[in-house]
């Protein structure tokens, strides 16, 4: 086993030496740019903004369904309920109507809702118009899951289209397919075609977030990236919050409220004349003339003055590692897999995100427990969330809290939370509301948190990778959510030991607060799981020069 270990170490380190070697040499890089320009300076902080504000519409976009599907108290129609003078209480006396069968009180019968529902509230949604509800049940869990499945297929897709052709090409094109989605979403005639509508926005979604965040975070320096990182989700928040304002203004006509939702993405369109492609991108594909007129108007809006000799020095190095590309590795998902540290630190991240995703969209999904009344309780579900991006802010630099021991945390008391609240009794409906937000509080703050924490786990060589592969698996657990709540009272349970066994698995995962990011894969083994019970095996890696001795 551990001639294996060492077989498989050494290999990784002879895989490395070259890129040891290429980075002692002293490089200048697009964040010796920044340095100069100012990390997050007005130009980045402008361009920030722009690329944050498509957050808003993609989470209107995404949870609008809650409202759009809303769900309202039903029963089977009986005979008698067609001649109009009926309620939801008032029927024939013939009958005994429950939310999914009646019973025929004459001949003591009981049957389907063959004949449709009555539903007890005024207003309007999907599930009323196509009687979503009962046997049918299953479909509406299918319409929850239509845009993750078009997320998941989205996220390898537009993951390599924004670097093949760009942030702001890539970004249009999903934001007119999202706009379109939603407005063919909103004149569907039928449920086919509005799960269709709905898989073409989940897939759009997918474009629109991966290019907006990438692009928020090469447009700021290395200090400024954590910020950069956590302030996005306000905007999604922000969205979150006017999808529920929006539907408590307009509850008459969902067909309307999916247009509204649709419809702001047309204006970003505008952007194609005041948004600027990524530098970076730009840099990197060699156009070096367009990089230069945006790192001017940058350095003109910022009012500082630009090197010109760090501008060519850092188009050199981006040439010369260019012509080496062709001779170094192309890393892959296997290769995650391939060396014993990586592995596992793979096998449990891969567990968190499932579990952190499909945790974040049902409680989205389902606030039945926080109030009767479904605007309550999603403006709760959102504005908890605000908290938590601030508590994140502040902690989670700090040595006593750190990455992995404030994920861990949230993790084990989300868990907690979500396994307990089935069993509390109906009469201590206080504490089953205030267990509800902290669970949803300690969710939120650890999917936040786990954006970060993974980034930091992976080494440079495979990091787009690893995050990729995570993000992409990860929707397998929001694909099963919306079914899983069809578990019924007892569905939070399943969420809660999911959160459990991965908050504990975690604690097995090295802290990287203060810790240099590893580069290559040998750094990334250097980084060994926290195993106390474990005796450090010493195993010897050949250096880079004993290596190109042999």
Known sequence: MVSDEANETALMQ???????????????????????????????????????LPYILTSMQLMGWVFVGASFPHRCRVPGDQEGNYSFTNYSSDWESYSCSRKNLITNETDSCSDGYVYDETGSSVTKDW????????????????????YLVGGLIFGVLTDKFGRKPTYFVANLLMSGG?????????????????????????????????????LVGPSKRTLAGIVCWFFETTGLLCCVTLAYLIQDNWRILQ???????????????IAPESVRWLVARGRNEEARILIHRASVRNKVRISEELIREMERTIENESKQSNTEKTYTAIDLFRFPSLRWKTLIL???????????????????????DKYIGFFITAAVQLPGYVYVILTLEHPAFGR????CMFLILAGAALFTHPFIPPDYSNLKIGVSIVGRFAGNCSYTILNLFSAEQFPTVVRGVGMGFCVVISRFGTILAPYILLLG???????????????????????????????????????????PFRKKRGIEVPSCKELSSI
């Open 14 to 52: 002879q895989e490395d030496c070259a890129d040891d070697d290429k980075s002692r040499r002293k490089k200048v890089t697009f964040d010796d740019i920044l340095a100069e320009l100012g990390e997050f300076g007005l130009e980045q902080k402008i361009n920030y903004f722009l690329f944050s």
């Open 131 to 150: 009687d979503l509800v009962c046997s049918r049940e299953g479909m509406k869990a299918t319409v929850g899951a239509a845009p993750m499945a078009g």
């Open 182 to 218: 939603g407005i063919l979403a909103a004149v569907a005639p039928e449920f086919i075609s509005f799960v269709c509508a709905r898989i073409l926005t989940g897939f759009a979604i997918a474009g629109i977030e991966a290019a907006c965040f990438v692009m928020g975070m090469e």
């Open 259 to 273: 247009g509204i939702y649709s419809i702001p993405a047309l204006f970003c369109f505008i952007y194609w004349w």
């Open 350 to 372: 891969l567990l968190s995100w499932v579990t952190c995703a499909s945790l974040y969209y049902v409680l989205l999904l389902d606030q039945s427990e926080l109030s009767e």
């Open 404 to 407: 992995k021991n404030s994920m």
């Open 489 to 531: 009272h007892h569905a939070p349970c399943f969420f809660g030991v999911s959160a459990l066994v991965s908050g504990l698995a975690a604690l097995l995962l090295p802290e990287t607060l203060g810790q240099p990011m590893p580069e290559t894969l040998q750094d990334g083994e250097n980084l060994p799981l926290s195993l």
